[in-house]
């Protein structure tokens, strides 16, 4: 096997590893972000219904605010898998997969060194903000993965090639983007654009982006994001996505100020571990530093305008969301990886960088394997947690011995990641818990069959939740304070709090049913368990019953 297969086969393996980390966290039914329920609810009314341009609100209102795709990844997920949580989840787990694999073949194609590409892939899995996209079922990690292929496609064609790969993958990629959430793919073509305007030959790098045959194909892709919703249902129906795309904005003045400074935050909150390896590197390797960023200048522009542009797209808008700027972390994350590699080939660098790694690895393993012991009467959660960091990280010590400082900083990423998923997963199985699984369970008995129900309560989530968990059981939601149930109306009533004695006189059976752990504990609490004599008893302290009034 050549070394070219090799670092391939190595990033896309990295790329794996990514996928199956993240399963724990797609069948995790506490970790759940409030859009989700916008795009399962409509894909379950595609898979119910048969039309595939019609996504709808569960009272069947039609739900176009955003484009066509996600919802039909994830009918097309139910479809195949069926309705399930994980079946949610997991079409974004492989888009996530796929944002690893292809920032490692943007380092290979576009830098030419398969140490940088897999470091970049190390980086790229171990963010943070794609971790947690990957876990949604939402379209941010469909345009992240959308937006990393054009960028190989384009910068290929900007560098001067002419394939018809490079053609397809920069406009596919393009129009696949405006097809998953509107206007952030257009921005990105028009960046390309203006970028190739200033390149020496301008007229003919502009002239080489274009095609007769992928060109078109990418603008009806892109088009039929929103088109598909004209055609079915009136070009009246486009307005509700347009005030989507453009309302809300903050408007001049301080506010974009506002936005602009706490964007700017996020990137450096993000890449936090490397730009603090970075910066522990350069010192005695700055002129590496410099010659690596001057021989690879038009790499690095593109990536650092890109950021600039994302970062100011989202500074107008009415909602400061640090996963907005994801789109923009590959190529940055590669640009990280290139000046770590270039500083690590200066031999005092190298050292300094590879035990400072190295050592952290230690520190961790032992951290974990210490705390674990110690927390292991919490419940096996935790102790998996524990051993589960405790073994990735004294694994990855192991095997980066007397290895370059590149492997263990890809090691480094690797055992980041798996503090995200494997490790929070087995905490979160002991302090966080949904009740979903024992609502939905007697929400299936034979006895409940074709009952009208109804969701009660402060969640505005759970009633999708339910949707989703009993694969696509008619659910009507009422947030307290809002809408209240009428009784006479529905034969199961689902509620987050006791039901009061007018519901027993309306001919009701009250049962418990679940119970719920909230996953937001201060440090104090989380003490305060450790302490208790009976560690498990102090966390049902916190527990939340959940309550059915059924029809006798």
Same mark, same amino acid.
């Given at each position: 096997?050549?070394?070219?297969?090799?670092?391939?086969?190595?990033?896309?393996?990295?790329?794996?590893?990514?996928?199956?980390?993240?399963?724990?966290?797609?069948?995790?039914?506490?970790?759940?972000?409030?859009?989700?329920?916008?795009?399962?609810?409509?894909?379950?009314?595609?898979?119910?219904?048969?039309?595939?341009?019609?996504?709808?609100?569960?009272?069947?209102?039609?739900?176009?605010?955003?484009?066509?795709?996600?919802?039909?990844?994830?009918?097309?997920?139910?479809?195949?898998?069926?309705?399930?949580?994980?079946?949610?989840?997991?079409?974004?787990?492989?888009?996530?997969?796929?944002?690893?694999?292809?920032?490692?073949?943007?380092?290979?194609?576009?830098?030419?060194?398969?140490?940088?590409?897999?470091?970049?892939?190390?980086?790229?899995?171990?963010?943070?903000?794609?971790?947690?996209?990957?876990?949604?079922?939402?379209?941010?990690?469909?345009?992240?993965?959308?937006?990393?292929?054009?960028?190989?496609?384009?910068?290929?064609?900007? #560098?001067? *090639? @002419?394939? $018809? =790969?490079?053609?397809?993958?920069?406009?596919?990629?393009? +129009?696949?983007? %405006?097809? /998953?959430? !509107?206007?952030?793919?257009?921005?990105?073509?028009?960046?390309?654009?203006?970028?190739?305007?200033?390149?020496?030959? #301008?007229? *003919? @790098?502009? $002239? =080489?982006?274009?095609?007769?045959?992928?060109?078109?194909? +990418?603008?009806? %892709?892109? /088009?039929? !994001?929103?088109?598909?919703?004209?055609?079915?249902?009136?070009?009246?129906?486009?307005?509700?996505?347009?005030?989507?795309?453009?309302?809300?904005? $903050? =408007?001049?003045?301080?506010?974009?100020?506002?936005?602009?400074?706490?964007?700017?935050?996020?990137?450096?909150?993000?890449?936090?571990?490397?730009?603090?390896?970075?910066?522990?590197?350069?010192?005695?390797?700055?002129?590496?530093?410099?010659?690596?960023?001057?021989?690879?200048?038009?790499?690095?522009?593109?990536?650092?305008?890109?950021?600039?542009?994302?970062?100011?797209?989202?500074?107008?808008?009415?909602?400061?969301?640090?996963?907005?700027?994801?789109?923009?972390?590959?190529?940055?994350?590669?640009?990280?990886?290139?000046?770590?590699?270039?500083?690590?080939?200066?031999?005092?660098?190298?050292?300094?960088?590879?035990?400072?790694?190295?050592?952290?690895?230690?520190?961790?393993?032992?951290?974990?394997?210490?705390?674990?012991?110690?927390?292991?009467?919490?419940?096996?959660?935790?102790?998996?947690?524990?051993?589960?960091?405790?073994?990735?990280?004294?694994?990855?010590?192991?095997?980066?011995?007397?290895?370059?400082?590149?492997?263990?900083?890809?090691?480094?990423?690797?055992?980041?990641?798996?503090?995200?998923?494997?490790?929070?997963?087995?905490?979160?199985?002991?302090?966080?818990?949904?009740?979903?699984?024992?609502?939905?369970?007697?929400?299936?008995?034979?006895?409940?069959?074709?009952?009208?129900?109804?969701?009660?309560?402060?969640?505005?989530?759970?009633?999708?939740?339910?949707?989703?968990?009993?694969?696509?059981?008619?659910?009507?939601?009422?947030?307290?304070?809002?809408?209240?149930?009428?009784?006479?109306?529905?034969?199961?009533?689902?509620?987050?709090?006791?039901?009061?004695?007018?519901?027993?006189?309306?001919?009701?059976?009250?049962?418990?049913?679940?119970?719920?752990?909230?996953?937001?504990?201060?440090?104090?609490?989380?003490?305060?368990?450790?302490?208790?004599?009976?560690?498990?008893?102090?966390?049902?302290?916190?527990?939340?019953?959940?309550?059915?009034?059924?029809?006798?």
């Amino acid at each position: 096997m050549t070394d070219q297969a090799r670092g391939r086969k190595a990033g896309w393996l990295l790329a794996a590893a990514f996928l199956v980390l993240l399963v724990p966290a797609c069948l995790d039914e506490t970790r759940y972000h409030g859009d989700e329920r916008f795009y399962t609810d409509a894909a379950i009314s595609i898979v119910e219904s048969g039309d595939w341009l019609s996504p709808r609100y569960p009272d069947g209102r039609l739900r176009v605010e955003k484009p066509i795709l996600s919802y039909w990844v994830l009918a097309s997920s139910y479809e195949t898998l069926g309705v399930s949580l994980f079946a949610s989840r997991f079409p974004f787990a492989l888009a996530g997969a796929l944002v690893v694999g292809m920032t490692f073949e943007l380092g290979l194609a576009l830098l030419r060194d398969r140490r940088v590409a897999l470091l970049g892939a190390a980086i790229m899995a171990s963010n943070p903000h794609l971790v947690t996209i990957s876990t949604r079922s939402t379209p941010d990690v469909l345009v992240v993965a959308s937006l990393l292929v054009s960028f190989v496609g384009f910068a290929r064609l900007l #560098r001067g *090639e @002419r394939s $018809r =790969g490079a053609l397809a993958l920069a406009w596919l990629g393009g +129009g696949a983007a %405006v097809a /998953a959430k !509107g206007g952030l793919g257009a921005v990105w073509v028009a960046t390309v654009v203006v970028l190739a305007l200033f390149l020496p030959d #301008r007229r *003919e @790098r502009v $002239r =080489g982006l274009f095609d007769r045959v992928f060109f078109p194909i +990418g603008l009806f %892709v892109g /088009a039929w !994001g929103f088109g598909s919703y004209a055609l079915a249902h009136g070009a009246s129906v486009l307005a509700t996505s347009l005030h989507d795309q453009t309302g809300g904005a $903050r =408007g001049p003045g301080a506010a974009i100020g506002r936005g602009l400074a706490a964007y700017l935050r996020v990137p450096l909150e993000q890449f936090a571990p490397w730009l603090v390896l970075l910066g522990l590197a350069l010192p005695g390797a700055r002129p590496a530093a410099a010659d690596w960023l001057r021989a690879n200048r038009s790499f690095v522009r593109l990536a650092l305008v890109w950021l600039g542009v994302v970062v100011v797209v989202f500074s107008f808008g009415s909602l400061m969301r640090g996963r907005y700027l994801a789109p923009a972390y590959p190529p940055i994350a590669l640009v990280l990886a290139g000046v770590l590699v270039a500083t690590s080939r200066v031999a005092s660098v190298e050292a300094r960088l590879r035990k400072i790694t190295r050592g952290l690895l230690a520190v961790v393993a032992g951290a974990a394997l210490v705390g674990g012991i110690f927390a292991a009467r919490v419940g096996g959660g935790v102790a998996f947690a524990a051993g589960a960091l405790a073994g990735a990280s004294a694994g990855a010590w192991l095997a980066t011995r007397g290895r370059p400082a590149q492997a263990a900083l890809v090691a480094f990423g690797v055992v980041f990641l798996v503090a995200q998923t494997a490790a929070v997963a087995g905490i979160r199985s002991r302090f966080a818990r949904a009740p979903v699984d024992a609502i939905a369970s007697r929400l299936l008995a034979p006895d409940l069959a074709g009952r009208r129900i109804a969701q009660v309560g402060d969640s505005a989530h759970l009633a999708s939740k339910l949707r989703v968990a009993t694969a696509g059981l008619a659910i009507d939601g009422h947030t307290r304070g809002a809408a209240v149930p009428d009784p006479s109306r529905y034969d199961v009533i689902v509620s987050d709090q006791p039901f009061d004695d007018s519901v027993a006189a309306a001919g009701f059976g009250i049962e418990r049913c679940g119970d719920a752990l909230g996953d937001r504990w201060t440090f104090d609490e989380v003490l305060d368990v450790l302490r208790a004599k009976d560690p498990a008893a102090e966390i049902e302290k916190r527990a939340q019953a959940y309550w059915l009034a059924i029809r006798e």
